[in-house]
T-cell receptor
Framework: GIQVEQSPPDLILQEGANSTLRCNFS?????LQWFHQNPWGQLINLFY???GTKQNGRLSATTVATERYSLLYISSSQTTDSGVYFC?????????????FGKGTTLSVSS | DSGVTQTPKHLITATGQRVTLRCSPR?????VYWYQQSLDQGLQFLIQ???????AKGNILERFSAQQFPDLHSELNLSSLELGDSALYFC???????????????????FGSGTRLTVV
């Protein structure tokens, strides 16, 4: 099945710093989403971005579908950005409708 | 409140036991998905039901089973529990079988808050 790899696995930042999280996937996708899991375990949708670029406040995401990767940018990070960021995809070439998650990037932002 | 209700929120049980996790989907949603999140395996897709029928199967162990009832709630049964089954179990629901996203209108699916299972 499709493989999803996220990097880096862990990231430690000072408040105000910028960061880039990467998601590589092994097959064409028709659905790619970024999630934030907060320290209480809740999964929060950030972006639906199978291709192109989107921005929402301090967060933005870019997916280059032809090269099979997506990037999540966090600018001027805040302590509330801490948590785990997941990339999840659905393969365009395989049967089934499961959304496959990467193992996540754990972000810790300190003040 | 996401609209998806998972019960119980926390569960502690001993090895060898059997437990049942319950998921009530958001009103109007026909599809239910189960995911397991463990420290070493990340978020793994287990199984999906759509309108009472099994739709897709992922890495679900033979000791685990699930079903979706006529009222559309779903139960995940975990038996002969092992220490490694300790995890956060998520349920998600959606109107359609896929993970619809409607630009400008929002997401066609939502995740519950999870059940944290600890096997001791």
């Amino acid at each position: 099945g499709i493989q999803v790899e996220q990097s880096p696995p862990d990231l430690i930042l000072q408040e105000g710093a910028n960061s880039t999280l990467r998601c590589n996937f092994s097959d064409s996708v028709n659905n790619l989403q970024w999630f934030h899991q907060n320290p209480w375990g809740q999964l929060i949708n950030l972006f639906y971005i199978p291709s192109g670029t989107k921005q929402n406040g301090r967060l933005s995401a870019t997916t280059v579908a032809t090269e099979r990767y997506s990037l999540l940018y966090i600018s001027s990070s805040q302590t509330t950005d801490s948590g785990v960021y997941f990339c999840a995809v659905r393969s365009a070439n395989q049967a089934g409708t499961a959304l496959i998650f990467g193992k996540g990037t754990t972000l810790s932002v300190s003040s | 409140d996401s609209g998806v209700t998972q019960t119980p929120k926390h569960l502690i049980t001993a090895t060898g036991q059997r437990v049942t996790l319950r998921c009530s989907p958001r009103s109007g949603d026909l599809s239910v998905y189960w995911y397991q999140q463990s420290l070493d395996q990340g978020l793994q897709f287990l199984i999906q039901y759509y309108n009472g029928e099994e739709r897709a199967k992922g890495n679900i162990l033979e000791r685990f089973s699930a079903q979706q009832f006529p009222d559309l709630h779903s139960e995940l049964n975990l038996s002969s529990l092992e220490l490694g089954d300790s995890a956060l179990y998520f349920c998600a629901s959606s109107v359609n079988p896929g993970w619809d996203v409607w630009p400008g209108l929002g997401y066609g699916y939502t995740f519950g808050s999870g059940t944290r299972l600890t096997v001791v």
